[in-house]
């Protein structure tokens, strides 16, 4: 057993889990001073001594994130159907999860044509153009640790699994930069302090690849045509700025915090980077719980993005370094650590099998 490895796969997992279940209460939330006092009390309470409250419940990320784990797990030659048939079954299980809007569309069409073409719904969505939300990006994570060695395979398998409901070019390529992200945190030593600029470099070079300019948005500029190049080169200059104490306003300008793809990847991934370091008006003692806190006062889609930035700095940092504290107070804590110990020996399994 690698026991690094196997512990920040159960970090990253853990990572998403809580950041959901601990951002799902203030989603859509604009976040005021006040707002952020609340916010810190509410951190400071649940990470203090234990006591008993109603245990905070996971949305449809993890709903979803678990399925992908299962069907690796279950079916190790990654198995595309069985997410679209899990996603919709967990849908129908339990649909009270705050799902979004129109993928509720794609879930009844995958039901009603029985799975014919586990593509074509999604291909319908928005008039052909495909949502470009961030539902395939928040439940990308089993996938970057099960191919952590395998950086086409995973290129490949997450492209394919965004598209059982996510067809947009921004959905796309939004979940292909969060898997990106996990993977790179993933082969990092936790114990090394992360360099800021080159981690970023390392993500724009492999965006070069996969985002490129196509014929028909030749009239359009570059930045537009590279979007995601573009806004984590904003997320590089908001990083290594002089000032250390941007507003949030600016942050959230700059790099969104809202329901698209492309309005918060980047957003999570600069929550992970940015609390490496202190952050003013955040009091957390560790870079783990920093990273979650951080996103979370940033406002908007709070669980998608604490559960995106979550599921990277636990990658990076590994089991230890999350507190348990946090991680007692969210449902399905005791199964995630079990899904991730599978997925961890399918993964090793397969290696061997190379
Ligand atoms: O992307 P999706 O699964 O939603 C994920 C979000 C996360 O924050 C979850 O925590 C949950 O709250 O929802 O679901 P979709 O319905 O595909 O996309 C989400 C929303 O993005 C849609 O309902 C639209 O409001 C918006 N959207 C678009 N709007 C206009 N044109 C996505 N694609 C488009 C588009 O092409
Ligand atoms: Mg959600
Ligand atoms: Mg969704
Ligand atoms: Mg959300």
């Given at each position: 057993d690698n026991i690094l490895l196997k512990s920040k796969f159960r970090g990253c997992l853990l990572g998403a889990l809580l950041g959901d279940c601990l951002g799902a209460p203030f989603e859509g939330e604009a976040m005021t001073s006040g707002g952020k006092l609340v916010l810190q009390k509410y951190f400071d309470k649940l990470d203090g001594p234990y006591f008993r409250a109603p245990v905070k419940k996971y949305t449809d990320d993890t709903a979803m994130t678990k399925s992908v784990a299962k069907c690796l797990i279950d079916k190790p030659a990654v198995d595309f159907k069985c997410m679209a048939r899990l996603f919709v079954k967990e849908y129908f299980a339990d649909p009270r999860r705050g799902?979004?809007?129109?993928?509720?569309?794609?879930?009844?069409?995958?039901?009603?044509?029985?799975?014919?073409?586990?593509?074509?719904?999604?291909?319908?969505?928005?008039?052909?153009?495909?949502?470009?939300?961030?539902?395939?990006?928040?439940?990308?994570?089993?996938?970057?640790?099960?191919?952590?060695?395998?950086?086409?395979?995973?290129?490949?398998?997450?492209?394919?699994?965004?598209?059982?409901?996510?067809?947009?070019?921004?959905?796309?390529?939004?979940?292909?930069?969060?898997?990106?992200?996990?993977?790179?945190?993933?082969?990092?030593?936790?114990?090394?302090?992360?360099?800021?600029?080159?981690?970023?470099?390392?993500?724009?070079?492999?965006?070069?690849?996969?985002?490129?300019?196509?014929?028909?948005?030749?009239?359009?500029?570059?930045?537009?045509?590279?979007?995601?190049?573009?806004?984590?080169?904003?997320?590089?200059?908001?990083?290594?700025?002089?000032?250390?104490?941007?507003?949030?306003?600016?942050?959230?300008?700059?790099?969104?915090?809202?329901?698209?793809?492309?309005?918060?990847?980047?957003?999570?991934?600069?929550?992970?980077?940015?609390?490496q370091s202190e952050i003013p008006g955040i009091k957390a003692d560790n870079t783990f719980r920093r990273t979650i806190q951080y996103a979370i006062s940033l406002g908007g889609d709070t669980d998608t993005i604490a559960s995106m930035a979550g599921s990277i700095a636990g990658a990076f940092l590994g089991e230890e370094y999350i507190n348990e504290s946090l991680i007692k107070h969210c449902e399905f804590q005791k199964e995630m650590i079990e899904v991730a110990d599978n997925l961890y020996a399918v993964a090793e399994d397969t290696k061997e099998a190379l």
């Open positions: 799902y979004g809007q129109n993928v509720v569309d794609v879930f009844n069409k995958l039901r009603g044509s029985k799975f014919e073409d586990i593509y074509k719904p999604a291909q319908e969505q928005f008039g052909g153009m495909g949502s470009y939300g961030n539902g395939g990006a928040m439940r990308v994570a089993p996938l970057a640790l099960y191919f952590h060695n395998n950086y086409k395979g995973m290129i490949e398998a997450v492209t394919h699994a965004t598209k059982i409901t996510h067809t947009n070019k921004l959905g796309v390529n939004g979940a292909l930069l969060q898997a990106i992200a996990i993977q790179q945190s993933l082969l990092m030593d936790p114990v090394d302090k992360i360099d800021v600029e080159h981690f970023t470099n390392q993500l724009i070079d492999k965006m070069k690849d996969i985002e490129t300019v196509e014929e028909d948005d030749e009239d359009i500029n570059i930045e537009d045509q590279l979007p995601y190049q573009t806004k984590l080169k904003a997320m590089q200059e908001l990083l290594t700025a002089e000032e250390s104490d941007l507003s949030d306003t600016y942050v959230i300008t700059n790099l969104g915090n809202n329901i698209s793809a492309l309005g918060s990847v980047p957003t999570a991934i600069y929550c992970f980077l940015k609390a």
